[in-house]
């Protein structure tokens, strides 16, 4: 296991965590019946990403790049790289 990769993925956890609580708050501002709908039902978050994207492009660009954070730090600490 390689230290440089879990830190990485760590941080990609954290960067997916701050992500997905700030896309929760834009949800629930824009409606409440939106923010149940995208706890209960995935194909919910990409109809609301996708009408809504000016206001939801920051909170989904932040997960991106924590799943990217993930995946790489994945791959480094299994020598996959």
Not at 3 to 22: R, T
Not at 62 to 70: H, L, P, Q
Request: aromatic share 12%; charged share 5%.
């Amino acid at each position: 296991m390689n230290s440089s990769g879990l830190i990485l993925l760590y941080a990609g956890l954290v960067i997916l965590a701050i992500g997905q609580i700030w896309f929760a708050i834009t949800i629930s501002q824009q409606s409440k019946f939106a923010a149940i709908m995208s706890f209960t039902a995935p194909l919910a978050v990409i109809m609301i990403t996708c009408r809504n994207w000016q206001l939801m492009k920051k909170p989904f660009s932040v997960c991106f790049i924590g799943y990217v954070c993930i995946l790489l730090g994945a791959m480094v600490a299994n020598n996959f790289v």
